[in-house]
């Protein structure tokens, strides 16, 4: 077994282990002996041929290597895996403890499919990042254990001991929010920087894209003109009341991402969450660039700006219902102490339908595949959820149902009293 692997063995027995079926969340943990505790229910569904596996991408001091290996593992995985073996989601973590999460999968196979599994999983131990254990009933029959394998120069074999898995309680922070910070959304220019050069030598793009950022975060004085940023989700009507805001009050529009950074933004919306974030975060640090010189001269209206990126980030990051997103008042929510901070921010809400019939009309509403809906409806409501936790400044939500014209002076009268226009 590797170095890395090892350390993450000491507390094995204080870790849980999550499994997410269907987009539900099963808990389990290990112990050295079992004292008649109740079986896990993803083991009491299993029937009695099946066996299962897990596979945990352990974190190399290469975060990039690792987000990049945990992406290409699931396509790995669904293309060379019999078809009747079923993947899911699966973590490992230490309840509560931030930066302790690790990802991976758990696969059911059957007799039939144990042999191709075991041999795919044989060969990723060898060459991979992956901690591998299997599952299977005790010898008493009432019992699961969980064997972790074990790589030695020539061959896999099962580390000699078996632990007993046993349900176990739903941690009180979701799993997904440990390790949000900085790798999900990101507090300051030299964090997401970080990310962004140490791609250089993976992601020829990158280089590009470190060209174009201001040479620092500069101090700059505050701009004589109010600044206001236009949120919301797509087909809210940003780029209508954005348009419309400019010419009422002879204002300078700026999108983020900056336009500058339009022709990398489908390459990064292809990487990974950390790499893909660290993209958007210095998108904003340029967009801020550009209001410290725009906001001498006019009013600055801004479609999209930090709110989106983190509320995006770990709206995708947390799965499942709003309440398992990280609590109001969380750091998570914090406004990155060196980015620019806007005179109001405006939250464009919508009713669902109403989104769904502009999205329609403008010719964009193929994503509203009927088995995805439910999986979107709770991706929406935590993405406006989180909108509404982020502080400092925190944005005023505005109904986007009636006219444009309407939604038009009712965010001018909340300019004209915030920012004395
Ligand atoms: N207040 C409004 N009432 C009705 N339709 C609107 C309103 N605002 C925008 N639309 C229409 O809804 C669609 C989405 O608006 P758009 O401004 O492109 O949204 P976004 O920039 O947030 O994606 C467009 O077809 C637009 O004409
Ligand atoms: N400042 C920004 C703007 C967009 N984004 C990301 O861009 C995506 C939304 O872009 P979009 O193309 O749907 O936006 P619009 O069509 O609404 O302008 C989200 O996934 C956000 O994560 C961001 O992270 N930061």
Redesign the pocket.
């Known amino acids: 077994m590797s170095k890395q692997a090892m350390s993450l063995l000491p507390r094995w027995c204080s870790r849980i282990f999550s499994v997410e079926l269907n987009g539900a969340p099963f808990y389990f943990a290990v112990k050295e002996k079992h004292l008649g505790e109740d079986v896990p229910r993803v083991f009491r569904e299993v029937q009695n041929r099946d066996k299962c596996y897990s596979v945990l991408v352990y974190c190399s001091r290469d975060r990039i290597k690792t987000a990049k290996f945990y992406g290409e593992l699931k396509d790995k995985l669904l293309r060379d895996l019999p078809p009747e073996c079923r993947l899911s989601p699966m973590s490992s973590f230490l309840p509560n403890v931030r930066d302790s999460l690790v990802k991976g999968y758990f696969l059911k196979g059957n007799s039939d499919t144990s042999s191709p599994i075991e041999r795919l999983l044989s060969d990723l131990i060898q060459h991979d990042p992956v901690l591998v254990c299997s599952y299977s009933p005790a010898e008493d029959g009432q019992q699961w254990t969980q064997h972790m394998w074990s790589e030695t120069a020539s061959q896999v074999m099962d580390v000699a001991k078996g632990y007993y898995v046993v349900s176990s309680e739903a941690p009180e922070y979701h799993p997904s929010t440990l390790n949000i910070i900085n790798s999900d959304v990101f507090y300051s220019f030299d964090e997401a920087y970080d990310v962004m050069k140490k791609c250089g030598d993976i992601i020829p793009e990158a280089k590009a894209v470190l060209e174009l950022l201001p040479s620092r975060v500069e101090a700059r004085n505050k701009p004589d003109f109010p600044v206001i940023v236009i949120e919301g989700l ?1 087909a809210t009507g ?1 780029t209508t009341l954005t348009e419309s805001l400019k010419d009422t009050l002879g204002a300078t529009l700026l999108p ?2 900056p336009e500058c950074l339009s022709p990398w933004r489908a390459r990064f919306d292809q990487e990974p969450p950390l790499i893909r974030r660290a993209f ?1 975060a210095l ?2 640090y340029i967009t801020a660039d550009q209001i410290g010189r725009e906001g001498m001269k006019t009013p600055v209206i801004v ?4 709110h ?2 983190a509320a ?2 770990i709206a995708t990051a947390v799965s499942g219902p709003v309440c398992n997103l990280p609590g109001e008042g969380s750091e998570v929510y914090c406004w990155p102490s060196d980015l620019f901070q806007p005179s109001l921010v405006v939250l464009l809400t919508l009713d669902p339908e109403e989104r769904k019939r502009r999205l329609r009309n403008r010719g964009q509403g193929k994503t509203d595949e009927e088995e995805e809906l439910d999986h979107n409806q709770l991706f929406r409501l935590r993405v406006e959820e989180a909108y509404r936790r982020i502080s400092g400044p925190a944005c005023v939500t505005v109904d986007a149902s009636p006219s444009a014209d309407r939604v038009l002076q009712q965010v001018l009268l909340l300019i004209r009293g915030k920012c004395h226009l």
């Open positions: 797509d940003k983020s991402p958007y998108g904003n479609d999209r700006f930090w989106s990126t995006y980030a």
